[in-house]
């Protein structure tokens, strides 16, 4: 898994346990990656659904990770993995989904132990902002609030956010079906939000790239 992983760009996804938040990322992570191979030259492969205590990490340059409200605490295990991952260059993007029916998380419980940086509501001008398409709002399937990353005099691997935090539900916007279709509506702004939602998706991918 891993060597097929390390072939081709691979965007993983953290799995939840939680049946319906794996579909959604998986189907998330299919119709982002569409999407990049349509606007940009990376040769993306299909998104890999990884186990935090099994698989090895290294080969994603970047792991979504939706909390779900059911989630419980990371064994000593993960957040051991997963402090590796951050430190030597993996980011990951938390999103909370706190505007999703039911999704209310306990994020500092689920994320305890875990080597978090100091983190602040994106500045203006941010790498982030600009990285493919020029972008001043983060939306998802729904609005969500602030996006934030790490500080920039506390930035490692070369000044990229190892953490986004967000609340959006990205997948949810980012969903397709095998066709390409939309999954699921995304409020209040509809297809031009979702839109933004791509755009923000390629962005983040990118942004590594950059530094």
């Known amino acids: 898994k891993a060597a097929q992983a390390a072939s081709q760009v691979t965007l993983g996804y953290i799995m939840t346990g939680d049946a319906a938040t794996d579909r959604v990322s998986r189907a998330g992570l299919d119709g982002l990656v569409r999407q990049l191979i349509l606007r940009t030259s990376i040769d993306h492969a299909a998104p890999a659904e990884v186990d935090l205590d099994r698989d090895e990490l290294s080969v994603y340059p970047l792991l979504y990770w939706p909390v779900a409200a059911s989630a419980r605490p990371l064994s000593e295990r993960a957040k051991e993995k997963l402090n590796r991952y951050l430190a030597n260059g993996g980011m990951v993007l938390?999103?909370?989904?706190?505007?999703?029916?039911?999704?209310?998380p306990d994020l500092a419980k689920l994320i305890q132990g875990l080597d978090v940086p100091a983190l602040e509501p994106i500045p203006a001008g941010h790498v982030l902002t600009k990285s493919f398409y020029l972008l001043d709002a983060f939306p998802g399937r729904v609005p969500g609030g602030d996006l934030w990353v790490e500080r920039d005099q506390d930035a490692r691997n070369d000044g990229v956010s190892s953490i986004v935090v967000g609340s959006a539900d990205w997948a949810g916007a980012w969903a397709t079906d095998s066709s390409g279709t939309p999954l699921y509506s995304v409020t209040p702004g509809g297809e031009k939000q979702r839109e933004w939602a791509y755009r923000f998706g390629v962005n983040l991918v990118m942004y590594p790239r950059t530094g």
């Open 94 to 104: 938390i999103d909370t989904r706190a505007g999703a029916p039911g999704a209310r």
